[in-house]
């Protein structure tokens, strides 16, 4: 690939980002937890699982023979 081709992908590359709205970490944090607070009751990681074998990481169950 010819340099001026790679630079042309850069620059068509830079027009792309330039239109991409951008809004400010503290307005993105907000949104951020907001959104994980109105769906902590659905989070497994902080409620649990409503039953034992809905949860993909329990321990399996072994076979004892006597």
Known sequence: MSS????????????RESHIKRIMVSVA???LKKYVLEHAT???LLVGFHSQKANPFREKSSCVLL
């Open 4 to 15: 001026l081709t790679q630079q042309r992908r850069v620059v068509e590359q830079l027009r």
């Open 29 to 31: 944090v907000e949104d």
């Open 42 to 44: 659905e989070d497994c």
